[in-house]
């Protein structure tokens, strides 16, 4: 018995190292020839850190203000944030809008969209639906990409980068 569990953990980490070497691959090819590269890793910030005011457990502040903030970092290229407000639920709209205001941003900031799009996200519902995976298709039908590689990170495993950026705002915010 312990050496079958010992065997899974080696074929997971196996799996999850892969993945992470792959990841940093997109990552340099992206920073080394932004050209022809975009890459960018997307998370929605932990919903308890994003609440006004910050303390809401206080008595005083029971009617506290949810938003969601969808943060999305471009390798090489800086970091976007978007906020919505709790009247807005964290769905697939909310995923395809923040991806193609990042294209848009990409394009007005550079003059053209690379060629190959690495497009990494989390096992959530809001990431994986039908309607992202149809956009990707649309955005190569229409050219405005060749290529889409979309990853996404085995479950229990976070956007190591992007959460620790969410940690610096959260940080300065609180």
């Not at 903030?69 to 090489?76: D, R, S």
């Not at 941003?105 to 149809?134: C, M, W």
């Amino acid at each position: 018995m312990k050496q079958d569990i010992t065997t899974l953990h080696a074929f997971h980490r196996s799996a999850y190292m892969n993945e992470r070497m792959e990841y940093s691959k997109r990552k340099f090819d992206s920073l080394s020839y932004s050209l022809s590269y975009l890459s960018i890793i997307t998370d929605g910030m932990a919903q308890s850190h994003c609440e006004l005011p910050y303390g809401t457990n206080l008595v005083q502040f029971s009617n506290k203000f949810g938003q969601h903030t969808q943060g999305v970092l471009l390798h090489g290229r800086g970091i976007l944030i978007y906020r919505t407000f709790n009247t807005i639920p964290n769905c697939a709209n909310v995923q395809i809008h923040t991806m193609l205001l990042t294209l848009q941003h990409v394009k007005k900031t550079e003059g053209r969209i690379p060629l190959v799009f690495y497009y990494q996200i989390d096992g959530g519902s809001e990431n994986t639906a039908r309607a992202v995976i149809a956009v990707c298709e649309y955005l190569i039908s229409k050219k405005v990409v060749i290529k889409i590689v979309l990853t996404r990170l085995m479950l229990g495993h976070t956007h190591e980068d992007i959460d620790g950026k969410f940690g610096t705002i959260w940080t300065y915010t609180r």
